[in-house]
């Protein structure tokens, strides 16, 4: 094989490793048993825990699609980083994400719709209109909705520094990431939701309650901190 030949087909594999490529930056460098997957959406069971059943097989790429990078260690789903593709031409700063936290009765679910009027007229650099958007514009709360709505700058991967390398390409936008912590038993015990921002503050917070040795949970407490509401699953 020439020069030229082996040049154009170490390209393409390398290309062809970045589109599907799912491993977020690992967050516990000492612990060897790390794994990530992709799923089609985060789900729920009748206790609040999350559910990761419905897996793909492949990244998804068409415009308007929605899925999740899931980081487990030792089998166990510590972190959930969810995507949404966007096209490029409508990624800019008039017309924002706009992600509509719906309450499911078992969970918050998130959609996604392009919107206007967020960020008021003028020029802004990514900072500053991400940090509009953190502090001025979202969350904001909507009436007409039971839940809460988060404005995310599609046009600016860098809103969050550490969160940018979870993406392959400028159509994908981070819209959010949960946190998920367990017990000594290895049962779930807290959620965080947070928005695609640095250092952000958590938008939800959900607690399992648990009674002895029983693996599932008497109470789930769901913390609204955008809403300012506590939700109870019994």
């Given at each position: 094989m020439n020069r030229a030949r082996l040049l154009l087909l170490l390209s393409f594999?390398?290309?062809?490793?970045?589109?599907?490529?799912?491993?977020?930056?690992?967050?516990?460098?000492?612990?060897?048993?790390q794994s990530t997957?992709?799923?089609?959406?985060?789900?729920?069971?009748?206790?609040?825990?999350?559910?990761?059943?419905?897996?793909?097989?492949?990244?998804?790429?068409?415009?308007?699609?929605?899925?999740a990078i899931v980081h487990a260690v030792n089998d166990r789903p510590v972190r959930s980083y969810d995507?949404?593709?966007?096209?490029?031409?409508?990624?800019?700063?008039?017309?924002?994400?706009?992600?509509?936290?719906?309450w499911t009765g078992r969970g918050f679910e998130g959609g996604q719709a392009i919107?206007?009027?967020?960020?008021?007229?003028?020029t802004y650099s990514g900072k500053e209109a991400a940090?509009?958007?953190?502090?001025?514009?979202?969350?904001v709360i909507i009436g007409s909705v039971t839940g809460f709505v988060v404005g995310v700058l599609s046009s600016i991967p860098e809103t969050a520094i550490e969160l940018k390398r979870v993406v392959v390409?400028?159509?994908?936008?981070?819209?959010?990431?949960?946190?998920?912590?367990?017990?000594?038993?290895?049962?779930?015990?807290?959620?965080?939701?947070?928005?695609?921002?640095?250092?952000?503050?958590?938008?939800?917070?959900?607690?399992?309650?648990y009674t002895g040795e029983r693996d599932t949970p008497d109470r789930t407490e769901v913390t609204s901190a955008v809403e300012n509401k506590v939700r109870v699953i019994r």
């Open positions: 594999l390398l290309s062809s490793c970045m589109t599907e490529r799912v491993q977020p930056v690992h967050e516990y460098p000492d612990v060897p048993k997957y992709l799923v089609k959406k985060v789900e729920y069971d009748e206790h609040g825990r999350p559910l990761f059943t419905a897996r793909l097989s492949s990244r998804p790429g068409a415009a308007g699609d929605r899925f995507i949404a593709i966007v096209e490029h031409q409508k990624a800019d700063m008039a017309r924002p994400l706009e992600v509509v936290y719906e919107a206007s009027g967020i960020l008021p007229s003028g940090a509009f958007l953190v502090v001025k514009a979202a969350p390409n400028a159509r994908e936008t981070v819209i959010g990431y949960t946190e998920y912590r367990y017990d000594e038993k290895g049962r779930i015990r807290t959620m965080k939701l947070f928005p695609p921002v640095g250092r952000a503050e958590e938008l939800v917070r959900t607690e399992f309650f």
